[in-house]
Structure formats: structure tokens, C-alpha cells
């Protein structure tokens, strides 16, 4: 049982680059979730996701784009990278989260992203 | 939309002492308030965390706090040993079917023996 995993664990990449980053759940979530995570800032929500083919926005969706193809991925993309976009990502899945359950995220262990 | 504050940004304490972090929120329509602990090179973990119903909860010797009229909630570390150095997340967000978090922005905790 991994839980979530996250691929590629480091990146570098120069200004206007694109790259994916991808995200697997085995514990079969319905929600899913990238954050960002950068020095004093704690952790920002990029997009998220309530089921298979379906994507939301967060607080930060500038720059990003994502897919939930299946159920058990969401990749999260970078068309055209920039400095800004120099940071550590989480990958988060979670329950349904209401009067009965906690709805606890499971986090995946960081892709850090250095844009050059 | 939500604002989640959280001091102190770091903290040290001596072994076996507590340890206090706290957060206030700006969103009276926020009701679930979790702490997340992350260790160096891991991503967070849940510890503990209060509904808007419930004034405190304890699980052994960690404790959270809440004040819904002041809108802040705290941490409570007791008898603190090395292993809890970590950086301390609090989150708030409303109880719906996406745990949409608001974090705040850390508190780096550090145990002296």
C-alpha cells in the first residue's frame, strides 16, 4: 500500500519549459489535490479535483493546468515555466469530507521544481 | 476568502517542556480545524484536529483549542520529546466534500535536549 506517490521528485528546468508532474493514489479517493509550498508562505492550493474528469480551481491556478483522467491520477502541468513557479509541490487525496468523516489529506512527499 | 495567521513562525523549547502555536482564522463560515505536522523531507501529516462544535480535544499529549468567538485556535504540545521537531501546519476550511484547506504558514518547532 504506497498511499500517494508522487513522479519526478526533482526537476530543474529553464524559463518556458514545459513539464508534467504526476500523482498516483492507491487508496481510492474520490478527492485529489496539488498544493504548493513555498518559505513563510505554508501551502497554497493550486487546483483540485472531486472525482475522475473533473477539475477546480484554488487560490493559486495562474500558470498551471491539470487532468484527472482516472480516478487514481491527476497530473499537474506546466506549460511555459517561470522563476515564480520555483517550489516544492504536494500531492494530496482525501474522502469524502463531512458530518461523519474527517475528509484527512494524505500527502505524497514533495516534488521540488527549480526554475532557471 | 479565508486568511489563516500563525505565530510563532519558529519555536524552541527544552525537552519535557510544552510547547504553544497558535492560529486565528477570518472566515466565521470555516468549521473544521486541522494540525498537520511535517517532518524534513516528507510531506504533511494529520495529528489532531477540532470541528467548530467542540471547545477542546485532547489526544495524549497533544491538545487543540478553539475560541470561535475570537476565531483562534491553538496547539498543545506536553512533555515534549526530540521526535516532535516539525514543522506545525494549522488549516482551517469548511465541512464539504473537498477538504479545500487554508494553511497558515508554519511553525518550525525544536526540541533541546
Known amino acids: 500500500n504506497a498511499g500517494v506517490t508522487q513522479t519526478p521528485k526533482f526537476r530543474v528546468l529553464k524559463t518556458g519549459q514545459s513539464m508534467t508532474l504526476l500523482c498516483a493514489q492507491d487508496m481510492n479517493h474520490e478527492y485529489m489535490y496539488w498544493y504548493r509550498q513555498d518559505p513563510g508562505m505554508g501551502l497554497r492550493l493550486i487546483h483540485y479535483?472531486?472525482?475522475?474528469?473533473?477539475?477546480a480551481k484554488g487560490e493559486v491556478p495562474d500558470g498551471y493546468n491539470v487532468s484527472r483522467l482516472k480516478k487514481q491520477n491527476f497530473l499537474l502541468g506546466l506549460e511555459s515555466a517561470a522563476p515564480s513557479q520555483t517550489s516544492v509541490y504536494f500531492c494530496a487525496s482525501s474522502s469524502e469530507h463531512n458530518a461523519g468523516r474527517s475528509g484527512e489529506l494524505f500527502f505524497g512527499e514533495g516534488s521540488r521544481l527549480t526554475v532557471l | 476568502g479565508e486568511n489563516v495567521e500563525q505565530h510563532p513562525s519558529t519555536l524552541s523549547v527544552q525537552e519535557g517542556d510544552s510547547a504553544v502555536i497558535k492560529c486565528t482564522y477570518s472566515d466565521s463560515a470555516s468549521n473544521y480545524f486541522p494540525w498537520y505536522k511535517q517532518e524534513l523531507g516528507k510531506g504533511p501529516q494529520l495529528i489532531i484536529d477540532?470541528?467548530?462544535?467542540?471547545g477542546e480535544k485532547k489526544d495524549q499529549r497533544i491538545a487543540v483549542t478553539l475560541n470561535k468567538t475570537a476565531k483562534h485556535f491553538s496547539l498543545h504540545i506536553t512533555e515534549t520529546q526530540p521526535e516532535d521537531s516539525a514543522v506545525y501546519f494549522c488549516a482551517a476550511s469548511s465541512i464539504q466534500g473537498a477538504q479545500k484547506l487554508v494553511f497558515g504558514q508554519g511553525t518550525r518547532l525544536t526540541i533541546n535536549p
Open positions: 477540532i470541528r467548530s462544535n467542540v
Open positions: 479535483s472531486v472525482g475522475e474528469g473533473t477539475t
